[in-house]
């Protein structure tokens, strides 16, 4: 059964930092693409960043672009997502999601439960 | 980039009858080379994450009852819901990955019982 979970959210101050991580499970991992979507609670889904299998590539929302940092330990089966200078409106829950082609950006077949982000002074 | 806007908002519809959700995108989401639609269908029940109903406009994820179906292509879509069931219940997505990396989302539409 494949498995995301995500950790490291929490309440930081504006201009802080946190670091999420996501631990996959179930699958090969090394094989599959991962991104970061995000959503404040009770609006839509917008999506954050990715990575491609190995970590040669990396995209960014134009919001975050500058400030956040995904990686991966495909030794560790885990997807990181460093976020910097964060500001009030980065406020959300952070989903680590699966893309459901092998080797490609696609669809997004597996979701984490999601890790709550709350920036606030 | 492109924008996805769902049709409508929010709908309530009986027990045992049928849903339709629309999806338009400001541009074709049909891949020439392959004669794909890169387009996804998420539900969200309350409290929980997404869950990812339909893939290439029309392919059901396994396990995924066939009481959901998708159609369309180019930029019009749609999601049909039929027999409606109480644990239908949920906002639903719809999503462009033609666009990479800059995969965007429809806002949303609630979905309850009348």
């Known amino acids: 059964e494949v498995q995301l979970v995500e950790s490291g959210g929490g309440l930081v101050q504006p201009g802080g930092s946190l670091r999420l991580s996501c631990a996959a499970s179930?699958?090969?991992?090394?094989?599959?693409?991962m991104d970061w979507v995000r959503q404040v609670p009770g609006k839509g889904l917008v999506w954050v960043s990715r990575?491609?299998?190995?970590?040669?590539?990396?995209d960014y929302a134009e919001s975050v672009k500058g400030r956040f940092t995904i990686s991966r330990d495909n030794a560790e089966n885990t997807v990181f997502l460093q976020m910097n200078s964060l500001r009030v409106e980065d406020t959300a829950i952070y989903y680590c999601?699966?893309?459901?082609?092998?080797?490609?950006?696609?669809?997004?077949?597996?979701w984490g439960q999601g890790t709550l982000v709350t920036v606030s002074s | 980039d492109i924008v996805m806007t769902q049709s409508p908002d929010s709908l309530a519809v009986s027990l045992g009858e049928t849903a339709t959700i629309n999806c338009k995108s400001s541009?074709?989401?049909?891949?020439?080379?392959?004669?794909?639609?890169?387009l996804a269908w998420y539900q969200q029940r309350p409290g929980q994450s997404p869950k990812l109903l339909i893939y290439?406009?029309?392919a059901r994820e396994p396990g995924v009852p066939d009481r959901f179906s998708g159609s369309g292509s180019g930029t019009h879509f749609t999601l049909t819901i039929s027999n409606l069931q109480a644990e239908d219940v949920a906002v639903y997505y719809c999503?462009?990955?033609?666009?990479?990396?800059?995969?965007?989302f429809g806002q949303g539409t609630k979905l309850e019982i009348k």
């Open positions: 999601v699966r893309n459901g082609l092998l080797y490609s950006s696609s669809w997004y077949d597996n």
């Open positions: 179930g699958f090969t991992f090394s094989q599959y693409w």
């Open positions: 990575i491609n299998t190995d970590g040669t590539t990396t």
């Open positions: 541009q074709s989401l049909l891949y020439s080379s392959n004669n794909r639609n890169y």
């Open positions: 290439w406009a029309s």
């Open positions: 999503h462009q990955y033609y666009d990479t990396p800059l995969h965007t």
